[in-house]
């Protein structure tokens, strides 16, 4: 059994920051890709970040410059730290990993309840 538990949403006004921790805990053998995710009202879900691993990165488009991924392995812990927050980032966050519970088992994807982060104008 694996559980992916995400804190650290808010509100918070325009430019300000927030900080969203993931934590992954359970039978775990491997924690491969991690991620953020996003969902805002009416919108389909949008990757925001992801990490490997080895601590190569993706972003999205809308984020890059203004968000930062990071994980802690020994912790199978992801953070997201939000600079510069616009209303538009308004949504819930959810994270993601690919983990394997046992040697020569296939990585699953498991997801989180998701956390949400308001934007104020």
């Known amino acids: 059994q694996v559980q992916l538990v995400e804190s650290g949403g808010g509100l918070v006004q325009a430019g300000g920051s927030l900080r969203l921790s993931c934590v992954a805990s359970g039978t775990i053998y491997i924690a491969n890709d991690m991620g953020w995710y996003r969902q805002a009202p009416g919108k389909q879900r949008e990757l925001v970040a992801t990490i490997t691993g080895g601590g190569s990165t993706v972003y999205a488009d809308s984020v890059k410059g203004r968000f930062t991924i990071s994980r802690d392995n020994a912790k199978n812990t992801i953070y997201l730290q939000m600079n510069s927050l616009r209303p538009e980032d308004t949504a819930v966050y959810s994270c993601?990993?690919?983990?394997?519970?046992?040697?020569?088992?296939?990585?699953?994807?498991?997801w989180g309840q998701g956390t949400q982060v308001t934007v104020a104008s």
């Open positions: 993601a990993a690919d983990i394997r519970v046992r040697f020569g088992r296939p990585s699953i994807r498991y």
